[in-house]
């Protein structure tokens, strides 16, 4: 082989367990560096990925100095933290963490790659009226890097599960090459509810070519694995949770949650479930429904996740006359609360569900890190949470990426943490592939790919 033909080398930063870095590894990138502060994930990633990873902290002097000491590299990875923009918790326009993209910025400054890759989740750019999407590529250009975004979901690259991100890709200035080309999807996708709003970020919705595969389910990816089995690497629960919940887990069907606020077929309510939560009688039933019915209507108020009704409305609408007396055994009893004189259902803290189980037939809603705990999601069809290895595939980790080495509940829960938090696989797989072909027309790189991806893309056919 001749000497001028080389690997691009790849520098990962705030790498996880390395879900993005799967597919550069398997196209035989050179992974010099990666590192991430949390050593639960950096040990999943030497396990599989590469010994060369670290645990450190971006904006200590011993991450600095790494970066000086390794003098340049072709590419730079960065999934940098989201917690700030996340739905799924508080958005903080002051965390801290909503600035380590300057760490990338100031790697990116230091060794010069030919181009960088960045993910995040997508409400990085509807958070903050857009302020910190304009400030990445106004930052990013000042250092001479021509940055576009484009906003992806999982799903189309034939991961079995609704997860969307936004990703950004910087070219360096001087490269005389054409432009980069995006990662086209190959699977079908549907635009979900709330994301109409967010339509011109291009490639969000499936396009309606006929070539497209129809979307990967939850039954295709894990139902071969239905019942708990220690042969299987990681396909094991935690069963942190109360025994009297069985009596909620078999109210939830295919396709439903427990939700009071939501006035539909996927809702199971909690009165219809008198075994933990307490009996009604039929007079209260009619009450909560009543509620549940009309909590949401703009006659009654404008608070946008619901309104507390008066008693006086609630007696109109039930046609009950003894409302005050069941209104007060229902407090007691914990279905409603009182709000300065007005009632409003009680279950109403938590909008989006409780205890949901998704279709066997359709993509998995985003895994998140707390998959674990039935009490947010259930199996489709067991009386159990998903698995760590469903969870994994789910999110398109291949079955010989290992998670846990022992039995321990502290690395199972670890492995659930680094799964929800990590970029799929198959997206990072298929940015390594468009990043291979743009690279090939600037230097002159190892042709082909490795044989263990030869082999897992036959396995895929």
């Known amino acids: 082989m001749s000497s001028l033909v080389q690997k691009p080398t790849v520098v990962s930063l705030f ?23 949390d050593p639960a994930a950096v040990a999943v990633y030497k396990k599989n990925i590469d010994e060369r990873a670290y645990v450190r ?25 989201c917690q700030g923009f996340s739905k799924a918790g508080p958005k903080k326009q002051d965390d801290i963490r909503n600035l380590l993209y300057l760490e990338m910025h100031s790697a990116v400054d230091r060794l010069k790659p030919k181009l960088f890759l960045a993910e995040n989740v997508d409400g990085l750019s509807q958070n903050f009226k857009g302020a910190y999407l304009e400030a990445i590529v106004r930052d990013f250009k000042s250092i001479g890097y021509r940055v576009e975004y484009r906003l992806f979901d999982s799903v189309g690259f034939g991961v079995p599960q609704h997860r969307r991100r936004i990703y950004f890709v910087g070219v360096r200035d001087d490269l005389a090459v054409d432009e980069f080309k995006w990662p086209e999807v190959t699977h079908l996708s549907q635009s979900r509810n709330g994301e109409a709003a967010i339509a011109n970020l291009d490639d969000l919705f499936a396009r309606t070519n006929e070539a497209l595969l129809p979307a990967r389910t939850i039954r295709g990816a894990i139902g071969d694995l239905l019942k ?24 939830i069907g295919p396709g439903q949650k427990l939700c009071n606020v939501r006035h539909s077929p996927t809702s199971v309510y909690t009165w219809d479930i008198p075994e933990y939560f307490g009996i009604v009688s039929d007079s209260e ?47 007691t009893k ?42 947010y999601f259930l199996h489709p069809q067991e009386d159990r949470p998903f698995s760590l290895r469903e969870c994994a595939r789910l999110q398109g980790f291949p079955d010989d990426f290992l998670f846990t080495l022992g039995s321990s509940e502290r690395e199972l829960v670890d492995g659930y943490r680094l799964v929800g938090n990590a970029v799929s696989p198959p997206v ?34």
């Open 285 to 331: 039933r009619t009450i909560l429904e009543t509620i549940a019915r009309n909590r949401r209507h703009k006659k009654y108020g404008s608070i946008p996740n619901g309104n507390p009704l008066s008693i006086e409305v609630i007696r109109e609408l039930s046609g009950i006359n003894s409302v005050s007396r069941h209104i007060k055994s229902l407090l």
């Open 57 to 81: 902290d971006v904006t200590s002097d011993e991450f600095h100095a790494e970066m000086k000491s390794l003098g340049t590299c072709d590419v730079i990875l960065g999934g940098f933290p």
């Open 228 to 251: 708990l089995d220690a042969s299987v690497a990681d396909h094991r629960v935690t069963y942190a949770w109360n025994d009297g919940w069985s009596s909620i887990f078999a109210k």
């Open 334 to 375: 914990g279905y409603l609360k009182d709000l300065d004189g007005k009632f409003d259902l009680k279950g109403a803290m938590f909008c989006s569900g409780l205890y949901k189980r998704p279709d066997w037939d359709s993509p998995s809603s985003t895994v998140l890190t707390n998959f674990h705990n039935p009490r």
């Open 15 to 37: 790498a996880g367990c390395g879900g993005l870095d799967v597919g550069f590894k398997e196209l035989d990138y050179d992974l010099i560096y990666a590192c991430d502060n």
């Open 428 to 461: 990072g797989r298929a940015f390594a592939k468009a990043i291979l072909k743009y690279l090939s027309k600037e230097v002159k790189i190892e042709a082909g790919i490795s044989r263990a991806f030869s082999r897992r893309e036959a396995e895929r056919v």
